[in-house]
């Protein structure tokens, strides 16, 4: 009788199981996948950039012709055979996520733009350019997830658009070990929505691929963990006012150089970008290299290592270092090349902490350094509540939450007094007429042409 039983429930069994396997196995096992990738990701950036110091260390000139040849390679390279790969990716995924996922991810989310993300941003950080893996990372999540939607037999808008949100923010999260600002980065800064429909699927997708980078990684802060005392100094509000202010004015500076190369950079110059791009990135690699040497080596890279050497005490810097990099990280970044803001972004906000503790020379430096690195992440992102959550996740820093917060509320207020959100403006570029048209009306003050700044007016 049993048997019999069996054998009838045995076609009702295997529906649910497939059932259940399309509805959580299948993402599940995309998660797994983000989680795997972003830390092989960031093992290969981390090889490279290790590779190029050691090579710097021995020959130390070497980044004059190395840097500019390579520059002249990815650039050839992403035009060539990537394109759609350029820049730090989140604005390729905001796009996707602003018009029909289906459409716009065939185009931005493939396979071919996974290869040349992984690729040349290798290159350039095999050069010493001053570059994250974090925006790469969070294209790279966003691309894996979405080609899971052909495991599912009745794909539609709804699950490409979960697919594509939770790799992104898983990508994010397990890049930096930082799951809340995986999800706040979702909110705030991809969708600017939260949905309860969506939650679920996005805290699920961040979980598992924190879980995979936890287990080979181990348990870490990005940053380390900063030790501040129970009795704040008298001076922190106005401390924090201040470093608001310059890190706002200094991020929102870099926003406008960005968006606003027609009115910056000589015509003789953006001739050569549209007819001789090779040979512009080129120059910019000669910049980057130039800067590098004055600044001792200190600016390559993305600025990790002296960022973690200024809060543990270990790193001596410059005064002119912040400057130095932000130099660097605009050259960078003009001739589109493959990589993410974020990290450099912390590490000259935590050069402008160290600047500030001249003023501010009674006051801890770890916290003028939380402070910056916050204010100047906002500034440039003008996201404030992502930057705050996930610099208080990278430096173990909730004794400061509240001084954080309010450092990149009004950094990133400042900032916008210059220069429209970054992202959002970018994704513009990706978008057709239309839709592009509506994500500007959304954030009323953000459209680039109230500002007077394009995307289209990049050399």
């Known amino acids: 009788m049993s048997r019999v039983t069996l054998t009838l429930n045995l076609p009702r069994l295997v529906r649910r199981t497939r059932r259940l396997w399309r509805q959580y196995g299948i993402f599940w096992l995309g998660a797994v996948v983000v989680g795997l ?8 950036i981390d090889w490279g950039y290790d590779a190029f110091r050691t090579m710097q260390q021995h020959y130390t000139w070497l980044p004059l012709l190395l840097t500019p040849a390579l520059a002249a390679l990815s650039v050839w390279l992403t035009r ?31 396979w071919r733009i996974v290869l040349g993300k992984v690729l040349v941003s290798f290159l350039a950080i095999l050069g010493g350019f001053t570059i994250g893996r974090e925006g790469p990372t969070v294209q790279i999540g966003a691309a894996l997830m979405f080609k899971l939607r052909r495991l599912y037999p009745r794909s539609n808008a709804l699950i490409e658009h979960q697919l594509v949100l939770a ?29 309860a429909r969506t939650s679920g699927v996005l805290i699920t997708a961040i979980i598992i691929s924190g879980v995979i980078a936890l287990g080979l990684n181990g348990n870490y802060t990005y940053f380390g963990t900063i030790e501040i005392g129970t009795h704040f100094p008298k001076l922190l509000a106005l401390a924090v006012l201040l470093t608001a202010v310059v890190t706002g004015i ?20 953006r001739t050569l970008y549209d007819k001789r791009p090779i040979v512009f990135a080129a120059l910019c690699g000669l910049v980057i ?42 050259s960078s970044y003009l001739p589109g090349i493959p990589g993410g803001i974020f990290a450099p972004s912390l590490s000259i906000g935590a050069g402008f902490g160290n600047l500030l503790h001249v003023v501010f020379d ?36 909730h004794a400061l939450v509240i001084s954080l917060m309010a450092t990149a509320l009004i950094a990133s207020r400042v900032s916008r007094l210059f220069a429209p959100p970054l992202y959002e403006t970018l994704a ?22 109230k500002s007077g700044t394009s995307d289209s007016e990049r050399p």
Do not use: C
């Not at 990738?37 to 290969?44: M, T």
């Not at 060539?80 to 602003?98: C, D, M």
């Not at 200094?250 to 110059?269: C, D, K, S, Y």
């Open 37 to 44: 990738s972003a830390v092989l990701y960031a093992k290969l």
């Open 428 to 449: 513009l570029r990706y978008m057709p007429p239309s839709s592009a048209g509506a994500l500007a009306a959304a954030a009323p003050a953000r459209s680039a042409e």
């Open 167 to 195: 790799g992104a923010a898983a990508g994010l999260s397990a890049a930096f070990n930082t799951p809340l600002a995986g999800i706040v980065f979702a909110i705030e800064e991809l969708t600017r929505s939260f949905e």
């Open 80 to 110: 060539r055979f990537f394109v759609g790969a350029e820049g730090s990716g989140i604005p390729q995924v905001i796009a996707t996520l602003h018009t029909h996922p289906g459409e716009s991810g065939n185009r931005l989310l493939t």
């Open 250 to 269: 200094a991020g929102g500076l870099f926003g406008w150089l960005l968006l606003n190369t027609a009115r910056w950079i000589p015509a003789p110059l």
């Open 289 to 330: 290299a130039v800067s590098g040497l004055i600044s001792g080596g200190t600016t390559f890279g993305s600025g990790y290592a002296e960022a973690r050497g200024l809060l543990d005490g270990h790193e001596q810097l410059s005064l002119w270092y912040p400057f130095l990099k932000m130099i660097s990280m605009v």
């Open 362 to 397: 009674g006051m801890q430096l770890q916290m003028l350094i939380a402070l910056a690195m916050v204010g100047y992440l906002a500034a440039v992102t003008q996201s404030p509540i992502t930057s705050f959550v996930i610099v208080m996740e990278m430096i173990n820093g």
